[in-house]
């Protein structure tokens, strides 16, 4: 059974920092896609970034791009996402997830999902 645990959220002040980590188990890591995503209240499920098996191919929502940073590391099975300047419009729940290929932004190509971690950015 695939297992996806998130950590690292918090909060935090208007443009500072977080990074949040994603242990993952009950795949083989190092070849799988992974994806971040986050639910506002009231909000859909949206995309936040993507990670090819071998960290090589990213891709990253406009709305981070340049503030967000995906990383893998498959030795410890974990992957990354790396937050700065953050704003109180990225206030969510982030989850992350894995997809058998790569499934970039479609939600509905990720078949397990983290329970998430909740990021507060206070103005």
């Known amino acids: 059974q695939v297992q996806l645990v998130e950590s690292g959220g918090g909060l935090v002040q208007a443009g500072g920092s977080l990074k949040l980590s994603c242990a993952a188990s009950g795949r083989t890591f190092s070849s799988s896609a992974m994806g971040w995503f986050r639910q506002a209240p009231g909000k859909d499920r949206e995309f936040v970034a993507a990670i090819n098996w071998s960290g090589g191919r990213t891709y990253y929502a406009d709305s981070v791009k340049g503030r967000f940073t995906i990383s893998r590391d498959n030795a410890k099975s974990t992957v990354y996402l790396q937050m700065y300047s953050l704003k109180p419009e990225d206030t969510a729940v982030y989850y992350c997830?894995?997809?058998?290929?790569?499934?970039?932004?479609?939600?509905?190509?990720?078949?397990?999902w983290g329970q998430g971690t909740q990021v507060t950015v206070s103005s």
């Open positions: 997830a894995t997809a058998f290929t790569w499934a970039g932004n479609n939600v509905n190509g990720y078949d397990y």
